[in-house]
């Protein structure tokens, strides 16, 4: 058989020097990696550090419901994503790549226009089940858009400072191309893509641009000027996994921490859907901004940046399309109901209370969510020796288990509103045409040189190789 021999050989029965096992494994260096991004995260964000232990004390208290993995139930808890903000089209090309080494693959189009952000995103994420396991951590990854800073001298000027910054080093981009020739990277090669790819992320405290080049792109759009005048897409958030996001949220407002006044996702229900997520207000940071005075001297003005925030997730189970729908119409039917409570001034229900209501007409019972077909499961065989010959008849009889698959991505809406955490000065976006806008993922495509998996395809695959697996084939 085909993939005996392939496994034998990489194995190294066939005599030669087994080379795959001098490589260090892309989970091992992204579990590396991921530990590494949170040290250098906690030390630059006092805050994050802080929330960390807040929430750490919470996770201890109680368990997950969902996940019975071990990670799931330990005290510390652990990062399952972080988030950068790319600039040009060829950045992205390069972090594909870097993300390749770790494992991590573009998984997803977010049009983050139709929340009035000037990006679009993936999620690099692990493709296999054990592997995500293993190691969680995944990059939610944007591109500015820069069609769509209005005026052309601004979109110019944008370009030509992106241009001339260089984010991925030397060396670093030599260990990218060494993994892509041997096919793995040695310790002491895995030892300096880790440093040099955590430089990418890191903070930098002095702005490439003047301060006045900074408040005009800010006058933009916020976020123009946090991806534009600096030298590095630093990471601007990490989000641990919390048990209980609603006991969280309400512990850390109870500890001073300014929190976003609400949970993004659906209200709190037995059965969890998708993704809730929420997180503490960014930070107000010093900066330092180049100023030119006269032919020969520039000095450093301090001035004031806010970007990086933490934030917390809870998931739940992933969403068929038809899941997808009735969530998203209801979302929509929820924020439809506040808006119009809020403009007739009527104080009698806030907007959790109308949200819960409304989120009442989404079954929270895992049978009925799998009999209609709205979430994915995962099926296995109570005794592996007798497989099944009717999957819905074996659930019936309880020779076959279905475990709901977790939701392993992110929400445009949920997104924009964490995206928000650090935006709350937008008051009004005069130079941008996000109404013309529209997906592009095309073009986000041809910028990342493949194409995003299909989350949908993804966890139908997961579903249907499980139910593959309990099928008696007599
Ligand atoms: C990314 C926001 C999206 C999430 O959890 O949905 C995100 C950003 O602010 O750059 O991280
Ligand atoms: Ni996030």
Redo the contacts with the bound molecule.
Sequence with gaps: MESNKLAMNSSGDNGAPDVADSYVSVVEIRRRFAFALSAMYRAEVPLYQQMVTAIAAENGAVQDSIRQSVDAQKAEPIEM?????LGLPSELAVIRRLFTVMGMFPVGY?D?SVADLP?H?TAFRPISQAVLEQSPFRM?V?LLRLELIESVEHRKQAEEILARREIFSESLLTEISNFEQQGGLTQAQAEVFIDEALAVFRWHSEATVSQSVYQQFKAIHP?IADIVCFSRPHI??L?PQVVDIDCCHRALGDQGFVMKQSI?GSPKRKCSIL?R?T?FMAVNESVLFPEVFGSDNTRAISGQHMAR?G?I?QRGMALTPKGRALYDSLLNAAERRVKSHSESGDKTSDGSSILADVFSEFPDDLQQLRVLKLGYFRYSLKDQSKPVVDIDQGVANRDVIATPILYED???V??????R??LKDIEELPELSMAAAGGSQSVFEQALGRSVIDPFHWYDRQQQASIALCLSHD
């Excluded at 949920?414 to 995206?419: L, Y």
Aim: hydrophobic letters at 50%; glycine letters at 6%; aromatic letters at 16%.
């Design positions: 994503h972080g988030a950068i903000r977010y983050l990006v995103s939610f944007s976020l601007n958030h989000a993004e993704l997520q997180a925030f934030e997730e992110f929400l445009p949920s997104a924009a509103g964490i995206f955490s650090n």
